[in-house]
């Protein structure tokens, strides 16, 4: 199944403070990080069944992407959005994923700066 013919599960402006970039302040304070993510997968078996165990429980995504985030001290925006495109696929049904990171005022003038990738498990 290719993902034109895949449903979409948004998780949208997802905001948690953690630590994420390579200037000194970055590494000992922590700021807001702003995910987004776009789940693709098939969910036509749970909209028949009415059942979560067959769905994608965005809720568990959701709580792991915030616990890593809170967790971890990643140097680069790279690497963590990187980490959490991880995390949603570590869900059988999720079959690839559309994820950016965010850093709302890390750039003077601009209101954001971030970086969006999309994976798939088939890579």
């Known amino acids: ?3 034109g ?3 979409q599960i948004m998780i949208k ?3 948690i403070q953690g630590i994420v970039g390579i200037k000194p302040d970055e590494r000992i304070h922590n700021q807001e990080i702003l995910v987004n993510a776009v789940l693709y997968a098939d969910t036509r078996v749970a909209a028949e069944s009415d059942d979560i165990q ?3 429980n965005y809720r568990t995504i959701t709580k792991q992407m915030i616990a890593h985030i ?3 001290e990643p140097m680069l925006v790279e690497r963590l959005v990187q980490e959490l495109a991880d995390i949603c696929l570590a869900n059988e049904r999720v079959v690839s994923v ?3 990171v965010e850093k709302p005022g890390a ?3 601009a209101r954001s700066v971030g970086i969006r990738i999309t994976r798939s498990r088939v890579e």
């Open 54 to 56: 067959d769905a994608v």
């Open 13 to 15: 402006d997802l905001s």
């Open 5 to 7: 013919h895949l449903d």
């Open 98 to 100: 559309e994820i950016s």
């Open 70 to 72: 809170e967790a971890g």
């Open 1 to 3: 199944m290719t993902s």
């Open 107 to 109: 750039l003077r003038f």
